[in-house]
């Protein structure tokens, strides 16, 4: 319910590879549920007000990601997290734990060693290092679709597999023409979600039907020294991640396993549009050889400690919702 009285929301910024993170770490009830999937869906229906406050202008941008703390709901958990953006909550999020691990630390919750996170996909482990190391072993991960075909207007035929690596991602090379580059960013967009329109209109789903709203392509790395491919990631809410995406990275190492293109324990450079950087592995091998577990490190690093003032009787209180879908 929308409150009708001033509220104060701390939060601590971070950013990962040069991807926001926005933790609410005080102000807020706590969202119901006995899993943290069902604390997601009380957030969603009862906090979508702190959403839109917390990262939607004018107080955020669409770039920004959100992530809640909450008590988790698995045992031996040292938090639980539910992640939102622009147009409302994520499955999971990569960059955003690492944003949520280098702030436990910085609130002096956690130090060295592994610490498990409880989030709505499952329960993740984290370890934070040195210089705003991170490393996140994530939920078991997956291609669901190999070499699926779509008509896009403007572009023709797009090939590219559908993955799970804890966000349902569209996987492809970028068509002729286009340059995986910063001077690139708007070409790129379009073509993305043009993409994402295609895949809607034409039935192509994740798994249970789910959406898929992350559009990941891929393209020769800025430095080859330096990292294994460079990609392009249109999350939902037509933002671009500036970060090499972590769910994505995930999904990118399925797929690779999946094509006998890397080995377990074998190290994967994958850069992001700005030629960031992160580390991504294969642990193990489950489900039958058919899903992974995949090991990623990146570099988050706090930026503003902030307390929020939300007075609903000023215009835009709750944030100006982004309604792009």
């Known amino acids: 319910m929308t409150p009708i009285s001033p509220q104060r929301i701390r939060v601590i910024d971070s950013h990962t590879g040069g991807e926001p993170t926005r933790v609410i770490v005080a102000g807020a009830a706590e969202p119901h549920g006995a899993t943290m999937a069902a604390k997601r869906e009380s957030f969603a229906r009862e906090f979508d007000w702190l959403r839109t406050a917390s990262v939607c202008e004018p107080r955020g941008h669409d770039a920004v990601v959100g992530a809640m703390l909450c008590e988790p709901a698995a045992d031996d958990c040292v938090a639980g997290v539910i992640f939102f953006n622009n147009v409302g909550c994520l499955n999971g999020c990569l960059h955003g734990t690492m944003g949520v691990a280098v702030t436990l630390a910085h609130l002096g919750k956690i130090g060295g060693g592994i610490h498990r996170i409880d989030t709505p996909t499952g329960v993740v482990t984290v370890e934070v290092g040195d210089g705003g190391s991170v490393t996140v072993r994530n939920v078991p991960s997956y291609r669901s679709r190999i070499a699926a075909d779509v008509h896009v207007d403007g572009y023709g035929w797009v090939f590219g597999d559908v993955a799970w690596g804890g966000n349902w991602f569209f996987l492809t090379e970028a068509p002729d023409g286009l340059v995986i580059a910063q001077d690139r960013i708007g070409e790129l ?22 959406e898929i709203d992350h559009i990941e392509v891929f393209g020769p790395p800025t430095d080859p020294g330096l990292a294994d491919s460079k990609n392009f990631v249109l999350c939902p809410g037509k933002a671009y991640d500036r970060s090499p995406c972590g ?74 919702p982004n309604l792009t879908k």
């Open 189 to 210: 967009t379009e073509f993305c979600w043009a993409l994402r329109q295609a895949l809607a209109a034409d039935g192509i789903t994740g798994d249970d039907g789910s």
């Open 247 to 320: 769910t994505g990275t995930s999904a990118k190492l399925a797929c690779l396993y999946a094509d006998r293109e890397i080995e377990v324990g074998a190290c994967w450079r994958q850069a992001g549009i700005l030629d960031s950087v992160f580390e991504g592995r294969i642990e193990v091998c489950v489900e039958n050889d058919e899903a992974v577990i995949p090991v990623v490190t990146g570099s988050a690093f706090i930026t503003a400690e902030a307390e929020l003032l939300i007075d609903p009787t000023t215009p835009f209180a709750f944030g100006i």
